[in-house]
């Protein structure tokens, strides 16, 4: 059924935790609502708002990694290309100041 996309451990977990969040995110905002504020963003954001951008930005990081990885491995001088993980992590510190300062 999913044979059309190459899963990697990194991706797996990337979606793993997407859909965790969004269930997180259901629970609390039921048991206790949102209310919008001002952050770093340009504009007022309730706690969604903040998930639904934090998610797009971890996304395009994600992608970018990725995308620059050759890139990287022959400006940095590596060996090999560097481990997905580090996009990943790069998306999670984003998605976590978005969330809280955002």
């Known amino acids: 059924m999913l044979s059309w996309m190459y899963w990697t451990p990194p991706v797996a977990v990337f979606f793993i935790v997407v859909v965790l969040m969004l269930a997180g995110m259901t629970v609390w905002e039921i048991k206790s609502p949102t209310v919008a504020r001002k952050g770093f963003l340009p504009l007022v954001t309730t706690r969604g ?7 797009l930005g971890a996304a ?22 560097p481990s997905i993980w580090w996009g990943t992590t790069l998306s999670a510190v984003w998605l976590v100041l978005v969330m809280r300062k955002g």
């Open 60 to 81: 395009y990081i994600n992608l970018m990694f990725v995308g620059l990885a050759g890139w990287l491995a022959s400006e940095l001088g590596l060996l090999e290309e």
């Open 49 to 55: 708002d903040r998930l639904f951008i934090g998610l």
